[in-house]
C-alpha cells in the first residue's frame, strides 16, 4: 500500500475551500437541490457529517466517505449512514496523508450500478482530491468545512486540474 502524504506548504492551502461553501441546514439542502437540478448528476460525499446532511435533505449519494469522526472527535456513525443501503468497504488511511488506494476505490464505485459507502479507518479528509479527481465532470463533491459549512465542489476541468497538481505536489 502506497501513500501520498500531505507536505506542511500544501496544509495551508488546502484550507481554503475549492468550491461554493453552503452554511446552515436550509441553506445547504437549497444550495444542493439547485445544484442537482441545474444539471443532474453524480453526488459524492465526503465526511460523516456532510453525508448525514446530505441524507437527511433526502438525496442519496452515489458514494459516501466517512470515518466516525467530526472536526478529529470521535463520534458515532450516524444513523442515516448506518442504514444507507450501499455497498461498504474499509480503507486504511492516516492522518495527513492519501491513500492510493482511494483512487482505485473511487474508480470502482463511480463505474458500478451499486452506491458505495467508503468506511476510512484513520482520516477521510484528503480522500476528496481522489473523489475529485475520479469523479466525472459535473459530477458533484459535497465536503465539510470546518466551522463553515458544506462545500460544494461542481467538478470541471479547472477543479480537476487544481486537484492533479495538489496530487503531483504530494507524490515529490
Known sequence: MSFLRLPEQLRKELKKPIGRVLKGD??????IYEEIEINPCTVICVGDKTTETVLNAGIKPKICVYDGKVERKNIPIPREIKELDAKEIELENPPGSLNEEAFKIMDTALNSRL????KVNGEEDLITLAAIDRAAIGSLVLYGQPKEGIVAVRVDNKTKN???EIIKRMRE
Open 115 to 118: 452506491d458505495y459507502k467508503i
Open 162 to 164: 487544481k486537484v492533479k
Open 26 to 31: 436550509e441553506e445547504i439542502k437549497k444550495g
